[in-house]
Structure formats: structure tokens, C-alpha cells
């Protein structure tokens, strides 16, 4: 059984460029990443991008400009837009029992998972 999130978390990131998390924040509790179970690439809905998000009249910042004024060549997150989304063993601490968490944020490579202003969601927890 799982329970599906959608709640931003802060993650940090593995070195060595892969883009894969060691650790993250959900709720205010520090979970360390154990293991990587799996990742993949998965779409995001269209409602999700940036330009769905302007018309709603929400802020949206692509690379510290505005996304109705963006540099040319900047990736935005559009309409056709992945998402790399990791499945990892983490616990709260050693003594606590460790749970299946997937973890969603821009795919490394793209100023995205990999970079400190990265937006990263936490989607599913597993049972």
C-alpha cells in the first residue's frame, strides 16, 4: 500500500554528479537515504509548467528571471517537460525503522536536481 504526497522537501544531493539523494527534509525530521531502490524520468502534467502557472497568475522563475521573460535557450519546465523521480530506503536516525520514499525533482544535468535551488517534491510513501 502507499500514500501519495505532494509536498516540497529539501534534499540534499550525492556527490559526484549523478543527482541522486542522500538526504532529505520532510516535515521538519531529517531523513537519511540508505539505499536507491530505482529512478526513472517521469512527465509532468501540463497544468504543472511553467507557462500554466503564469496564466493561474502564480509566480514562476526559470534560472532567476522572469518565465514571460526568459533567457533564450533557458529550459523551462513546459508542457512536454520530465521530471527524474528516485525511490530510496530512508530512515529517520538509526534506531527508527526505515521506510520507501519517492522523491520527484528536475533531472540532473539541467540546473535541476543537481544544483542547490533545485525543486524537489516528495510524491509517495510507500508501506
Given at each position: 500500500?502507499?500514500?501519495?504526497?505532494?509536498?516540497?522537501?529539501h534534499v540534499k544531493v550525492a556527490?559526484?554528479?549523478?543527482?541522486?539523494?542522500?538526504?532529505?527534509?520532510?516535515?521538519?525530521?531529517?531523513?537519511?537515504?540508505?539505499?536507491?531502490?530505482?529512478?526513472?524520468?517521469?512527465?509532468?502534467?501540463?497544468?504543472?509548467?511553467?507557462?500554466?502557472?503564469?496564466?493561474?497568475?502564480?509566480?514562476?522563475?526559470?534560472?532567476?528571471?522572469?518565465?514571460?521573460?526568459?533567457?533564450?535557450?533557458?529550459?523551462?519546465?513546459?508542457?512536454?517537460?520530465?521530471?527524474?523521480?528516485?525511490?530510496?530506503?530512508?530512515?529517520?536516525?538509526?534506531?527508527?525503522?526505515?521506510?520507501?520514499?519517492?522523491?520527484?525533482?528536475?533531472?540532473?544535468?539541467?540546473?535541476?536536481?543537481?544544483?542547490?535551488?533545485?525543486?524537489?517534491?516528495?510524491?509517495?510513501?510507500?508501506?
Amino acid at each position: 500500500m502507499s500514500r501519495s504526497f505532494d509536498e516540497v522537501v529539501h534534499v540534499k544531493v550525492a556527490e559526484g554528479g549523478s543527482g541522486e539523494p542522500s538526504a532529505f527534509v520532510w516535515r521538519g525530521r531529517l531523513f537519511v537515504v540508505r539505499e536507491v531502490l530505482a529512478t526513472w524520468s517521469a512527465r509532468l502534467p501540463w497544468w504543472q509548467g511553467v507557462a500554466a502557472r503564469a496564466l493561474r497568475g502564480e509566480a514562476v522563475e526559470v534560472r532567476g528571471s522572469s518565465a514571460l521573460a526568459r533567457e533564450p535557450g533557458a529550459r523551462v519546465a513546459g508542457p512536454a517537460a520530465d521530471e527524474q523521480v528516485w525511490r530510496v530506503v530512508a530512515s529517520a536516525g538509526f534506531g527508527a525503522e526505515p521506510g520507501t520514499f519517492e522523491l520527484a525533482g528536475e533531472p540532473a544535468g539541467d540546473g535541476g536536481a543537481g544544483s542547490g535551488d533545485a525543486r524537489w517534491r516528495l510524491v509517495r510513501v510507500v508501506d
